[in-house]
């Protein structure tokens, strides 16, 4: 009789933790579906019709509110650092917030947006439509040619001057 009452108690155990593990996995399951979905503006870069001012708008949106990723600039700029000035070891104390945890997520993709944008920013035409790589180097050579241009023209305004100079200096003696 013993053995009975001995696995019956087992059985209910079992049980109960054959019905509370699901449960316990699908919220954390979840929670890493969410955290998987990248965000709209990361996609957008790579896009080559995309319109500037939607993806610039898509970015403001997801940062604001959050934690901006330290950039390499700002934490070698000791004048201006406020966590610097605090000491050495101030740099290597954060807080570990929800906020910041989300901003070192994504730390790489928001200074490839920042380099995207900076690249991008000459490109973009009054209603938000990017320059195609075509039109790109297009201007890049008008520009070209035209520098090339106006350093010719300015060595020959130089040889010009060369020559009136020597021409004068020849005539006083």
């Not at 898509?58 to 990723?69: Q, T």
């Not at 180097?137 to 090339?148: A, D, S």
């Not at 106006?150 to 001057?161: F, G, P, S, W």
Request: no cysteine; hydrophobic share 30%; proline share 5%.
């Amino acid at each position: 009789m013993k053995t009975k009452s001995v696995k019956r108690p087992l059985w209910r155990y079992v049980l109960l933790v054959a019905l509370l593990l699901p449960g316990i996995a699908s919220p954390a399951q979840q929670h890493a579906r969410q955290s998987t979905k990248a965000p709209d503006w990361i996609k957008m870069m790579d896009d080559p019709n995309v319109n500037f001012f939607v993806i610039e708008k898509s970015f403001n949106d997801y940062w604001k509110g959050k934690e901006l990723p330290v950039e390499e600039d700002e934490i070698l700029d000791v004048k201006n650092n406020s966590e610097r000035k605090r000491g050495f070891l101030g740099l290597f104390k954060r807080k570990e917030s929800e906020e910041r945890k989300e901003g070192q997520q994504y730390a790489f993709e928001y200074k490839k947006y920042q380099w995207w944008r900076r690249q991008v920013l000459p490109y973009v035409q009054p209603d938000g439509t990017i320059l195609t790589k075509d039109q790109q180097i297009r201007i890049w050579q008008q520009q070209k040619e035209l520098k090339t241009n106006i350093n010719a023209k300015q060595a020959k305004d130089r040889m010009e001057k060369e020559k009136k100079d020597t021409g004068n200096s020849q005539q006083r003696y």
